[in-house]
C-alpha cells in the first residue's frame, strides 16, 4: 500500500477557522498558529492528515492567488507554516496543501503586466485575453467571475510555473496537493506537468477536484491520483434525506466502478457544500458516516463536522461564510454538545483504521427497501469483510459487523 491508502484526512479551510478577514481590510497576524493548537484534536479524532485549504497570498477568499510562493500574511510567514509542519510531522501526520491552478486573482502581478504591456508583452502568453479591443482586453475568467482570470494551460510557461510550484513546497515537507477546479483544466496538461513533479517527489499523492463528467477516463488521461467522489457525496444526503436508499445503492456500484481506475477521494463535507448535519440532522450525519467509514476510497472529515457544526451554503456574496467558520482558539474552548458527535467519528474512523483494506472494498448489497439497506464490504484476504446495516424505517439506525457477527459499532437515534 501506498501511504496515502492508510490517509484519513481533517479537512480544514484556514482563513475560516483562523478568524482571518476575507472581504474586510486585512491584516498581517500569524494565524497558522491557530491551527498548530488543534492538531492534537485531529490526532484524538483519528486522523492521519491535515488537508489544507489555501493558505498562499490572495486577495480575498484565498482561491484567487496573487503570489503561490508566499504564505498569506493573514496566516503568517514562512516560519509559521514550517512549525506548523513540523508540529505535524511530531504527531505522524501528513500534510496536503490547496493548489489553484486553473487560475489566479485578477490582481495578480502577470495580470496586469499581461493588460498593461499587450499582446507582445512577457506574460500575455500566461493567460487567454481577448485583444480585439486595444482599449479593453478581456482576459478569459473561471465560470463567469472576472475575479479569477484562466490561464492558458496550452503555453509550456505555466506548465514550468506549476511545476515549479508545487515542487517548492513538496520540498519544503508537504505531502500532496489538492488540484482545485481540475476539472476546469485540459486532462494533457496534468499529464505533463505529474510526472515531472514525480521525478523529484514519487510519493506525492495528487487529487483532483472534480464535479462531474469521466472520473475514471480523466484520471487515467491525467495521471491524478484521486478524484473527488461528488457522486457519492450526494447519494448519501439525498438517500437519507429524501428515505430512498435505493439511490445509495446504485450510487455504491457506481462507486466500485469508479475506484477501479483511481481511489476516489470520499467525503460528506467540505468548504463549498452545506453541513451534512444541516442537509439530514445529527442524527443522519451519523449514518453518512458509517457509509464514509465503510467504503472504498480516501476519506476526509470537514472540520467542525466532528462536533455537528450545521451551516447553510448559499449562492452570494459572502455565502461560505457559515460553511467556513471561526473555530474557539482550542479544542478545549468547544461548547460541550458536540461532544458526542465527536466519540461517534473516534469510533468510525478507529473502526476504519482497524479495517485498512477498506480503502479498495467492494460492495455488494444484502438487503434493500426505502428505509431499509445492508450491505458487505469486502477485501482482497478472506478475513477481509464487515456488514454494514442502515435503518431509517423508525428514525436512524445503524450496525457494523464483523464476519462472525460481532458488533463493530452500532448507533441508535
Known amino acids: 500500500m501506498t501511504w496515502f491508502e492508510h490517509a484519513i484526512w481533517w479537512h480544514v479551510y484556514p482563513l475560516g477557522f483562523t478568524g482571518a478577514p476575507i472581504r ?19 490526532v484524538e479524532l483519528g486522523a492521519s492528515g491535515l488537508l489544507l485549504g489555501p493558505v498562499f497570498t490572495s486577495e480575498t477568499h484565498g482561491y484567487d492567488s496573487v ?8 496566516l503568517g510567514d514562512l516560519a509559521d507554516f514550517d512549525r506548523l509542519v513540523a508540529a505535524c510531522r511530531e504527531r505522524g501526520l501528513r500534510v496536503a496543501l490547496d493548489g489553484v491552478f486553473n487560475h489566479v486573482g485578477a490582481g495578480h502581478p502577470w495580470v496586469r503586466r499581461a493588460l498593461a504591456e499587450g499582446p507582445d508583452g512577457e506574460y500575455a502568453r500566461f493567460f487567454r485575453i481577448d485583444w480585439s479591443d486595444p482599449r479593453s482586453p478581456r482576459p478569459a475568467d473561471f465560470e463567469g467571475h472576472s475575479s479569477l482570470v484562466a490561464l492558458d494551460h496550452a503555453t509550456p510557461a505555466v506548465a514550468d510555473h506549476v511545476t515549479d510550484v508545487m515542487s517548492t513546497w513538496l520540498d519544503r515537507g508537504v505531502d500532496g496537493w489538492r488540484l482545485d477546479a481540475a476539472y476546469a483544466v485540459p486532462a494533457p496538461f496534468w499529464a ?7 521525478s523529484r517527489h514519487p510519493d506525492a499523492w495528487f487529487l483532483g477536484e472534480v464535479i462531474h463528467g469521466d472520473h475514471a477516463a480523466y484520471a487515467a488521461a491525467s495521471g491524478i491520483d484521486s478524484i473527488t467522489q461528488y457522486e457519492l457525496w450526494k447519494a448519501i444526503w439525498s438517500s437519507l434525506l429524501d428515505r430512498n436508499l435505493f439511490e445509495l445503492d446504485w450510487a455504491l456500484a457506481r462507486h466500485v466502478e469508479l475506484g477501479r481506475g483511481q481511489l476516489p477521494a470520499t467525503f460528506v463535507g467540505n468548504h463549498d457544500v452545506t453541513r451534512i448535519a444541516t442537509t439530514v440532522g445529527p ?13 472504498s476510497g480516501v476519506p476526509s472529515v470537514y472540520y ?5 457544526f450545521t451551516g447553510t451554503k448559499e449562492e452570494r456574496v459572502g455565502g461560505d461564510d457559515a460553511v467556513r467558520p471561526a473555530m474557539p ?11 458526542w458527535m465527536f ?13 485498512p483494506w477498506l480503502v479498495r472494498a467492494t460492495t455488494t448489497t444484502t438487503e434493500l427497501t426505502n428505509t431499509r439497506y445492508a450491505y458487505t464490504a469486502r477485501g482482497a484476504g478472506a ?6 446495516e442502515l435503518d431509517l424505517t423508525d428514525g436512524h439506525r445503524a450496525v457494523v459487523r464483523d464476519d462472525a457477527g460481532g458488533v463493530l459499532f452500532s448507533y441508535d437515534g
Not at 503570489?67 to 493573514?74: G, K, S
Not at 453518512?288 to 467504503?295: Q, R
Not at 482558539?329 to 461532544?339: C, E, K, M, N, R
Not at 466519540?343 to 479495517?355: E, F, I
Open 383 to 388: 478475513a477481509d469483510v464487515l456488514h454494514v
Open 304 to 308: 467542525g463536522d466532528e462536533q455537528a
Open 343 to 355: 466519540r461517534v467519528h473516534q469510533q468510525l474512523l478507529g473502526l476504519r483504521r482497524r479495517h
Open 192 to 198: 505533463e506537468v505529474l510526472p515531472r513533479v514525480r
Open 67 to 74: 503570489d503561490q510562493y508566499r504564505i498569506d500574511p493573514r
Open 283 to 295: 442524527e443522519g450525519a451519523v449514518l453518512a458516516l458509517v457509509v464514509l467509514m465503510t467504503v
Open 24 to 42: 474586510t481590510a486585512h491584516d498581517a497576524r500569524p494565524r497558522l498558529e491557530h491551527v498548530r493548537a488543534w492538531l492534537d484534536h485531529a
Open 329 to 339: 482558539g482550542t479544542p478545549a474552548d468547544l461548547a460541550p454538545s458536540g461532544g
